[in-house]
């Protein structure tokens, strides 16, 4: 499929606003279905499907797809460029206005299952990575793993650990596994983004690594710790808890972490101790009180 062509057919011009960089690489094309090690067993979720090319792909190897495309504009397209094809299944509309649950229980494959499994790919546009890794990563019936192009540095940014470590990577490892894959140049897409990509695999977690008992208010002061990163912990911390930095500190230390080190040289189970000693282990934290409450969403896989 000549993506260039299928476009200039239809009159259409990928839209900068909705991030549409359309990956047309053949060989990355295979790389990125490949990644998904699916079967004929397997109902996949694809979001953002655009001309269909991946799509295509993807149905010759799953059992069935869920293909999302908020772009009204494709939406004929894809009924042609996907026309004979019987176990693919359009839905235009917002991924983050619909459920990952009902989404897959609509497929032949998943049989009325209450707990059907599914796996996600998707390309990415880079401006709403952090927030659709979230909803996947927090609905109710999660993916067995999730395949996603998105800008390198986002990526890079996902799979850091403790010296490098982020919101982002917090966010994401709590509830997975990451592993970035491979890359792929601005040329293999169509348009060429500015930025390099890469492709990251994340395998959500049967067991979480850390106990977390409100991920709310763990992510409320995992945030306030991020905040600020050039300041020390204790300082960070205080300003985004509404704490005095003394008795931030005071707490850190009895927990044996040291109030001067900075949030991205903490692990994940350091992040887990610190939310305990400043209430955000608890089902009554403090530091829901102290930040007066707030949106779920401003807590979490936000940058």
């Not at 019987?86 to 609509?106: E, F, K, Q, S």
């Not at 998943?110 to 979230?134: D, M």
């Not at 995992?222 to 008795?247: D, H, I, M, T, Y």
Request: glycine residues 8%.
């Amino acid at each position: 499929m000549d993506v260039r062509e299928l476009l200039a057919r239809w009159e259409l011009q990928p839209d900068k606003g909705l991030g549409q960089n359309f990956l047309v690489d053949q060989k990355m094309l295979e790389r990125v279905v490949e990644a998904a090690a699916l079967t004929d067993e397997d109902v996949v979720l694809e979001i953002g499907a655009g001309p269909g090319n991946l799509t295509h792909r993807l149905a010759c190897q799953a059992g069935h797809v869920i293909a999302v495309e908020l772009d009204g504009r494709f939406i004929p397209v894809l009924q042609s460029v996907l026309a004979g094809i019987t176990n693919v299944t359009l839905v235009h509309g917002d991924i983050l206005a619909l459920d990952p649950a009902a989404l897959v229980r609509r497929s032949p494959t998943a049989r009325g299952e209450t707990h059907p499994h599914y796996k996600v790919v998707a390309n990415l546009p880079y401006y709403i990575t952090s927030a659709v890794l979230r909803h996947l990563l927090e609905a109710s019936l999660r993916p067995a793993s999730i395949v996603v192009t998105v800008q390198r540095e986002v990526a890079q940014r996902i799979v850091a650990g403790p010296g490098e470590m982020s919101l982002l990577a917090v966010s994401v490892q709590l509830y997975g596994q990451p592993r970035l894959l491979f890359r792929i140049r601005p040329g293999s897409f169509y348009p060429p983004p500015e930025v390099e990509s890469a492709v990251v695999r994340i395998v959500p977690h049967t067991v979480p690594p850390v106990q977390v008992d409100d991920t709310r208010a763990f992510f409320r002061i995992v945030r306030a710790g991020f905040s600020q990163r050039r300041k020390q912990l204790r300082n960070a911390l205080a300003a985004g808890l509404g704490l005095s930095p003394e008795e931030v500190a005071l707490r850190l230390q009895e927990t044996g972490i040291d109030p001067r080190r900075r949030a991205q040289s903490l692990t994940l189970q350091e992040w887990a101790v610190v939310a305990r000693a400043l209430g955000g282990g608890s089902a009554t934290p403090r530091s829901v009180l102290a930040l007066g409450g707030g949106g779920e969403g401003a807590a979490t896989l936000d940058e």
